[in-house]
């Protein structure tokens, strides 16, 4: 199965990822943890595009569009995926029709108050990956998974927020019109808990 998550940033297209990954035992591709990574290990990549994703900005299309399709080849991904993160634009959907087209595009749509509440609570670690929100962890420091400091990501502060969001409805947004021309569209309502989003997605997916 080849499939899409598509949302605003902080809809939560990450932790429904984590979940269909380990439920459908599809690779998760998420093209801003491969920039992260990048980042983190200073690779000229990551040089590249570091000041841009602080700033809330897309990356370039053209690197990005050849990031997926190496990843894509890669063995793991013979027997689908699950993109999150990617495409971001028209552009992007285009190029993947091209190399490897989805089967299903799951959109998570959220309230906008929700989403800045979401992000701007949100608490990230370095060093595994997960992110947690204040509601649930409080003002503790270190990560309840694997002991190191968390941190606000730079593209969480409530300006570049802004800044994303918008970027997203321009961007982004015409991309469920795309995949619903396609037949391809489902719509998840991502404002229910987390548990909630999960087993209506099992719902779709089988
Ligand atoms: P995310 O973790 O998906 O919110 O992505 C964080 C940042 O990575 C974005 O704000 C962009 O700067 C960059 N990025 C991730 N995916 C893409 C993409 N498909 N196209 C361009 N930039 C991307």
Known sequence: MK?????????????QAAYISEKYNLPHVSTGDIFRQNIKDQTPLGVKVKQIMDSGNFCP???????VEDRLQ??????????????RNLFQARELDKFSAPDVVIELDVD???IEHRITGRRSCPK?????????????????DCGETLIIR????PETVKERLSIY???????????KQQNKLVVIDGNNPV????????????
Request: charged share 25%.
């Open 195 to 206: 548990d909630e989003v999960f087993k209506q997605i099992v719902k779709v997916l089988g």
């Open 61 to 67: 299309d053209d690197v990005t569009v050849q990031l």
């Open 169 to 179: 409805s321009k961007q982004t947004a015409p991309l469920i019109d795309y995949y």
């Open 128 to 144: 595994c990956g997960n992110s947690f929100h204040v509601d649930f962890i409080g003002d503790i420091k270190i990560c309840p």
């Open 112 to 114: 906008l108050s929700k």
């Open 74 to 87: 890669q063995s793991d991904c013979k027997n689908g995926y699950l993109l999150d993160g990617f495409p």
């Open 154 to 157: 730079k593209d969480d502060t």
């Open 3 to 15: 499939l899409i998550l598509l949302g605003a940033p902080g809809s939560g297209k990450g932790t």
